[in-house]
């Protein structure tokens, strides 16, 4: 079935580490560089560990399409909800093409087929793994999962820093983005939502105590008996 995928998967162009090792020269030089920082040996294998970086860990998402993650699915007459939270993720945003990372919660109700929880963290690799927005990658999840499993919804939530944001323009070092996708019968329905934002939140763990707040106190309660 995925060699079948990626036969009938359109031509791209053919990717070229020299000659992005070459374009990354050509930027270092338009940089305008102290003529010793240019020529430092620190710079010398610049552009092909750079040329490296973006072709096997920060654009390699696009070496293989979603439905060749999902095409080795199993039956199965579950209907429950099934979560995956807390997938440690990166991407590059394709307006600066500077990376984020956080976390990916990835949720589906089955719709007669169930993949393994590796898959699923495949599926968010290979989709983040492109020049994409955060929005448009949380909604391209649970797309893929109604249309090349069969889920009956879908939904993913996305936590991350982004270097766009957090050392350039506003420099908000703490800020997070926040961006969620639904799909299917998760766009719709409340109960299924509420699980998964439950799933969630037990992931993420209880919230640490606010300063100067009392220990081993509920607040409009008496003291703790003896």
Do not use: N
């Not at 919660?105 to 927005?133: I, S, T």
């Amino acid at each position: 079935m995925a060699a079948r995928l990626r036969a009938l998967r359109p031509a791209r162009p053919r990717a070229s580490a020299p000659a992005a090792a070459e374009a990354t020269a050509r930027f270092l030089d338009a940089l305008g560089l102290p003529p010793e920082v240019r020529a430092s040996p620190e710079l010398a294998g610049t552009p092909r560990r750079v040329a490296e970086a973006w072709l096997e860990d920060l654009v390699d998402g696009y070496r293989i399409e979603p439905a060749e993650v999902l095409a080795d699915a199993m039956p199965s007459a579950g209907r429950a909800l099934v979560t995956l939270t807390g997938i440690d993720f990166h991407s590059v945003c394709p307006h600066h093409l500077l990376p984020s990372r956080g976390v990916a919660h990835v949720a589906y109700l089955p719709g007669g087929r169930v993949v393994g929880f590796g898959q699923l963290v495949r599926l968010v690799d290979c989709l983040a793994h492109r020049l994409v927005l955060a929005e448009d990658l949380a909604q391209s999840v649970a797309d893929a999962l109604v249309e090349h499993l069969g889920a009956r919804g879908a939904g993913c939530v996305l936590d991350a820093e982004h270097l766009c944001l957090t050392v350039r323009g506003e420099r908000r070092a703490r800020a997070r983005a926040h961006a969620e996708g639904f799909a299917g019968a998760l766009a719709r329905s409340g109960v299924a939502r509420r699980s998964f934002a439950q799933a969630i939140a037990r992931a993420d763990g209880p919230r640490p105590a606010r300063r100067g707040a009392r220990r081993g106190r509920v607040r409009g309660a008496g003291p703790r008996a003896r």
